[in-house]
Nanobody, 123 residues
Framework: QVQLVESGGGRVQAGGSLRLSCAAS????????MGWFRQAPGMERKFVAG????????NYADSVKGRFTISRDNAKNTVYLQMNSLKEEDTAVYYC????????????????WGQGTQVTVSS
């Protein structure tokens, strides 16, 4: 089993920045990719960004390209999501996820999920 714990959410004004963290524990060697999803009120959960564990291959949703950056620190088993130029439409609960490949994450085929952290962007 792998446990994922998110942190770093909060409230920020439009145009501001936040950095989310996701710390993994347990059998972390069993997952090869980690990423972020978000779910706004009344909406389906959507893929935001993913990164592979070995080659740090990344992938982003079109809506966040150029504004969000995903990175990882394998020594700390932690993945980060740096969010810049935030917009009101970025408001959502952000979930950390882990799986076998970034492609799997994109297809919402994740093995593990965190509990989520709220991000609220106000005008």
């Amino acid at each position: 089993q792998v446990q994922l714990v998110e942190s770093g959410g909060g409230r920020v004004q439009a145009g501001g920045s936040l950095r989310l963290s996701c710390a993994a524990s347990g059998r972390t060697s069993s997952v090869r990719a980690m990423g972020w999803f978000r779910q706004a009120p009344g909406m389906e959960r959507k893929f935001v960004a993913g990164i592979s564990r070995i080659a740090s291959i990344t992938n982003y949703a079109d809506s966040v390209k150029g504004r969000f950056t995903i990175s990882r620190d394998n020594a700390k088993n932690t993945v980060y999501l740096q969010m810049n130029s935030l917009k009101e439409e970025d408001t959502a609960v952000y979930y950390c996820a882990a799986g076998q490949a970034v492609g799997d994450l994109i297809r919402d085929q994740c093995d593990y999920w965190g509990q989520g952290t709220q991000v609220t962007v106000s005008s």
